[in-house]
């Protein structure tokens, strides 16, 4: 079977005065609720005061999907058969650094994205 690369662009908003980077700390993509892997992404500069947005990428085989999950994907076909949607959600942590300070924050997104 092939492999399948999702991509996705992360907004964050920065209000404050202070610079600093963030790190990607493994964030888990589930459709549907099945673990299809893991997205990453190169530490990036937070600028100050300012929206910036950071490209995620994350290439999953279909067949260790397929492989590990057999019965909830043909459910999740029928669903997407029917509804012609799918909900993607993101699960992780996202790191920000600056100097000797560093904080964890705790990342839990969901989207239902169209299948056309």
């Not at 907004?11 to 888990?28: A, C, E, Q, V």
């Not at 058969?81 to 924050?105: E, R, V």
Request: aromatic content about 10%.
């Amino acid at each position: 079977m092939r492999n399948i690369t999702l991509t996705a662009d992360a907004i964050f908003d920065n209000p404050n005065n202070l610079t600093g980077k963030l790190s990607i700390d493994g964030i888990h993509i589930f459709v549907d609720n099945i673990d299809v892997g893991i997205i990453s992404s190169y530490e990036f500069d937070v600028p100050s005061k300012e929206e910036f947005t950071i490209q995620l990428e994350g290439t999953f085989s279909l067949s260790k999907i397929y492989n590990n999950h057999k019965k909830n994907i043909l459910g999740s076909i029928l669903k997407v058969a029917q509804t012609d949607s799918l909900l993607i959600q993101y699960k992780g942590n996202i790191k920000y650094h600056l100097g000797i300070f560093s904080h964890q924050y705790n990342i839990d997104k969901e989207q239902k994205v169209s299948i056309k």
